[in-house]
């Protein structure tokens, strides 16, 4: 087994500092449990201004990003035994670019138009940090996170100028969620200063990883195979030459046996509409999942059931999301053994249910009825609670008025012996997508399920939140845009079933939550939920399967009926629930075991 490993975690997020999904609190929670068990663990990630950290400066660095020198500044902050590095540089990561997502298509800009690029600067930024600052001198195990570190692993393979680097250390690529993939083109008319495209990030690396065989393990995948070598290089090259260009793409979908209708207002010099050819023809476009996938000495997903899906193509519908088009490449390496499945845990110390006002754990007497007693409180307090939480995050409680008035019509005491299911997370197609499907011809399945005599709290925000506000115009429903962590505690902790409809879920973090708070998880048999929740041990789970919509409702009828019926089993449950474990410990060490593995290998060549 290797020693002295010096582990760098890659990321665009790390909770505790920057958060907005599940990516981050692995990359913390993984990185201070290394760092509990003696590893030398250092974590690195972009410093957004929406970051509040009194840190230390350790440099400066100029890098070179496009056709400009930009000067990026390293920060460090020393937190539970773990070196965290901060990369700042207003460009990017300042002023409009503040957040750590932006949505272009708010923005009436091209996908990932804006974090693309950002990305590809810190990813350039980070590793000529690698090659320069002695902090980084003995990093030898790079960890890098979901598509935002693609760029990353595709300078380390093919640009030259960290071939020695891409010698000395080895790297494993986690991915966390496949649908989000980073795809931009490799080019576009006069892009030098807009940065929207990988030749105008890196003109050399446009170069190198245009090969015709290099460009096989980067592109967005499908069609590139039916072009001839000499046919691809006029598509890629010749630019002075758009009509050809276009003719070639013709030719391109004639060849697969696919019709596509050119638009006819389209103008040689519309680079929008161009660069929406390149996307339907999926060709000309950098996919930095691809790459990823393609050039780390190891891949790994966050449950071996999701290991096990991706490399299946998508579902009819776009209602099984599988290998999002990268399913060969992924059975690639599953079939040679470099695609593993690690269950992703949660911190137990922060999800800890005798730290709540009314504490409670399956360790106490009365735990039912503690935690019933935090059901009460809950639903008897909303109304002052959710004034408290408006006062603190303001603006982004976008409902409050409407949430405030239809709270004032409900009859909470009416509800407090009733099944009390919540929800908390994104309010996206993956979460709740299925709820606003037809369950028959004149009802949605949201609508069927609030035919049930039980409550819903729903909490979240995100595409489908004026969708889910159809909940707040139901004597049996509430729906909540903001979220806020205290309160979001309280509804773990209070619920008697957490709905998860996910259409694809790659390991889920929230039905962990609700477990250790005795709150039953009713979610889709996919992904982490499959990995984690026992049908009618811990929770119900239903198949994905042709009748997944009537499935949903069975589900929520068996969960409901064991309440009202079977109160020794839905007792039962909550208490396995409880006794899962699912923490960091385990997980750690497999991660551990890997890049040990990962470095045995590296050292025998």
């Not at 080019?187 to 190198?208: E, G, I, M, P, Q």
């Not at 991706?310 to 599988?322: C, D, H, M, T, V």
């Not at 009618?536 to 789970?541: D, E, N, R």
Request: hydrophobic share 40%; with cysteine; net charge neutral.
């Amino acid at each position: 087994m290797s020693k002295n490993l010096k582990i760098l975690m890659i990321a665009s997020e790390c909770a505790g500092f920057a958060k907005v999904g599940g990516l981050g609190d692995v990359v913390y929670d993984l990185s201070t449990e290394l760092a509990r068990i003696g590893q030398n663990v250092s974590v690195i990630i972009p410093y957004y201004k929406v970051i509040h950290i009194e840190p230390v400066f350790i440099d400066a660095i100029e890098v070179v990003f496009g056709d400009r020198i930009y000067t990026a500044n390293l920060y460090l902050v020393l937190k539970a035994g773990v070196r965290f590095y901060f990369l700042e540089c207003d460009a990017f990561f300042g002023g409009k670019y503040s957040e750590v997502y932006i949505d272009s298509f708010v923005k009436k800009k091209g996908p990932f138009e804006d974090d693309a690029k950002r990305f590809a600067f810190f990813s350039t930024a980070v590793l000529d940090i690698l090659c320069s600052f002695d902090d980084f001198s003995e990093i030898n195990m790079v960890h890098c996170h979901d598509w935002h570190t693609g760029y990353l692993l595709s300078l380390l393979q093919f640009d030259s100028k960290y071939k020695i680097l891409s010698k000395d250390v080895t790297t494993l690529f986690t991915i966390h969620n496949l649908s989000y993939q980073g795809i931009r083109p490799f080019l576009l008319v006069k892009d030098s200063k807009k940065l929207t495209s990988l030749r105008s990030w890196n003109s050399d690396l446009f170069d190198t990883i245009t090969n015709f065989e290099n460009i096989r393990k980067v592109s967005y995948p499908y069609p590139i195979t039916a072009l001839s070598e000499s046919e691809y290089h006029k598509v890629i090259h010749s630019k002075n030459n758009k009509q050809s260009e276009i003719a070639l793409i013709k030719k391109l979908y004639v060849k697969n046996g696919r019709e596509y209708q050119l638009k006819d207002q389209l103008t040689v010099d519309d680079e929008i509409s161009l660069y929406s050819i390149f996307l339907h023809s999926m060709i000309l476009c950098y996919n930095p999942m691809r790459a990823a996938i393609n050039s780390a000495d190891l891949v790994n997903t966050v449950s071996k059931t999701y290991a096990s899906e991706i490399i299946l193509p998508n579902g009819k519908g776009g209602n099984y999301i599988r290998g999002c088009g990268l399913e060969n490449d992924l059975r690639f390496l599953y079939d040679n053994g470099s695609l593993k499945g690690i269950i992703n845990g949660i911190d137990y110390e922060q999800y800890n249910p005798l730290l709540l006002r009314n504490g409670f754990c399956y360790t106490v007497n009365n735990w039912d009825e503690i935690k019933a007693l935090n059901k009460k409180s809950l639903l008897l307090t909303l109304n002052d609670r959710l004034v408290t939480v408006r006062q603190r995050i303001k603006k982004k409680f976008k409902n409050f008025k409407r949430v405030n008035n239809h709270l004032s019509h409900i009859d909470m005491e009416k509800w407090l012996h009733k099944p009390l299911i919540v929800s908390v997370g994104r309010a996206s197609s993956q979460k709740v997508g299925v709820l606003f499907e037809d369950y028959n011809k004149t009802t949605m399945v949201i609508e069927e399920l609030l035919k049930r005599d039980a409550l819903f709290l729903f909490v979240g925000s995100g595409e489908f939140e004026h969708s889910l506000d159809i909940l707040n115009a139901y004597p049996n429903a509430l729906y909540l845009t903001a979220f806020e962590y205290n309160l979001g505690i309280d509804i773990y902790s209070s619920g008697d079933f957490f709905l998860m409809p996910s259409y694809y879920e790659p390991c889920g973090i929230s039905q962990l939550i609700a477990m250790r708070y005795g709150t039953i998880p009713i979610a889709s048999d996919v992904g982490g939920l499959k990995d984690t929740i026992e049908d009618g041990v811990s929770g119900f789970k239903y198949k994905m399967s042709d009748n997944y919509r009537e499935n949903l409702i069975e589900s929520v009828d068996r969960a409901i009926k064991v309440y009202n019926d079977e109160r020794q089993v839905f007792k039962t449950m909550q208490l396995n629930a409880m006794k899962k474990q699912y923490g960091w410990k385990e997980s750690s060490l497999e991660y551990l075991a890997i890049y040990h593995s990962l470095r045995d290998n590296k050292n025998s060549h």
